[in-house]
């Protein structure tokens, strides 16, 4: 067989196929070949050793990790920011400082007294803190109120007359009168225990004088000519009140929508005397629907809600959305006595049970 020159020359001298560099010159023949093809397909690179590459691996998957970490947390600490935000903006004042006819005025703002959280940011951790313990699913909605603060986009509601003070829940029907059908079943059962409510009002009842001490259970008045005896103020349960009013608290008991376990939920006795007004304001939530059922209503009473006026009846119910702007007004004369209405807040209709109960979460009464 041919063989070729070495590179010193020599003939004869040949490289056995295992020996020299590829790329060298020496004397090759064709049983060579096989071998050159061999090292042909090894890398150029020589390879890592095996506890170097293994280093290298760990160091890029911490690294990997690392960032993955700080991706999250920049996410959660944007939320955070936001949610605080919204939380700021639904403190702001809906309205020119009043007395609600379940609760105490509020200074500067428009809420009742314990309604709601109003530590900056207290709203958005609670939220979060449900959605870890349960999830964000159903949350859509209440996620966006947090964000958005009070009405649409964060400004004032429909026409400028509806200004929850504190949460506006978006996307749900909006009029200052709800139809008595949309809570048919609380409706109807309130009614049916008008004539057990009107006994305990008699029970509790005064003469509203005023040159008197005020009676056992009695809050001081909210302004002049209003009065009001809480048996639920702000989610909580007053039990001595409770206990004077059999009939009353058996049927909240009996109500399905009743904002009971809710800072933005009270139920009581409300009482305006002859020439007592409460001036325009609104509510804090739009999330709620304020039930009034006539007990005593004399001549000259007026209720106008979002510029639509109303007038309560003896026996029956009258549905309220009070974050609209709303006006209460006793214009009869003294002869003519109260005006008494017994008031519950129930749930809107047309929020949904995870809403409620995320709301109930974030809005509990304080232990």
Known sequence: MWRGNSPGGNPGAATDGTGGELGGQGNWGLEDAPGLLVRASLPIMPAWPSPLASSALTLLLGALTSLFLWYCYRLGSQDMQALG??????SVSGGPRGCSETGRPSPGGS???????????????????????YSWAGMGRVRRAAQGGPGPGGGPGVLGIQRPGLLFLPDLPSAPFV???????????????????????????????????????WSPPLAP????????????????????????????????????????????????????RLEGRC??????????????????????????????????????????????????????????????DLWHPNVAGAERQALDFVFAPDP
Request: charged letters at 20%; hydrophobic letters at 35%; one cysteine or more.
């Open 85 to 90: 935000a919204g939380s700021r903006a639904g």
């Open 111 to 133: 809420g009742e007294p314990g309604e709601g959280p109003r530590a900056e940011g207290l709203v958005s951790r609670r939220l979060r803190a449900y959605a870890r313990r």
């Open 179 to 217: 139809p008595r059908d949309a809570q048919r079943h609380d409706v109807e059962l309130l009614e049916s225990s008008f004539p057990a409510i009107l006994r305990d009002f008699g029970a509790v009842s005064w003469d509203f004088s005023g040159t008197t001490p005020l009676p056992r259970g």
């Open 225 to 276: 000519g209003c009065y009001q005896l809480l048996l639920y103020q702000a989610g909580r349960c007053q039990p001595s009140n409770c206990r004077r009013c059999p009939g009353a608290y058996r049927a909240l008991r009996g109500l399905r929508s009743f904002m009971s376990a809710n800072t933005f939920g009270n139920a009581g006795f409300s009482v305006l005397l002859p020439g007592a």
């Open 283 to 344: 509510g804090p939530t739009n999330a709620r629907v304020r039930c009034h059922l006539g007990l005593k209503i004399p001549p000259g009473c007026e209720l106008v809600v979002g510029g639509e006026p109303q007038c309560w009846a003896e026996g029956h119910c009258l549905l309220v959305d009070d974050s609209f702007l709303h006006t209460v007004a006793h214009n009869g004369s003294p002869e003519d006595g109260p005006r008494v209405v017994f008031i519950v």
